[in-house]
């Protein structure tokens, strides 16, 4: 199951330099590819606004 990034999202790029397989990329919001996306949990460990969420 991948993570997506939810309307909370500031925008800051915390979670993009965190992501392992590069599945973020930026946007209005931040954008994570599920198809890239691990399940890791990095980019929710580094959001200061608890954005990125499980699918």
Known sequence: MAY????ECIACG???????TEAISPG???VIDA???IDCGACND??????PQPA
Request: glycine share 0%.
């Open 35 to 37: 198809d890239l996306c």
């Open 14 to 20: 915390a979670c993009e330099a965190e992501c392992p």
């Open 28 to 30: 209005d919001i931040y």
């Open 46 to 51: 580094v959001c200061p606004v608890d954005a």
């Open 4 to 7: 997506f990034i939810n309307d």
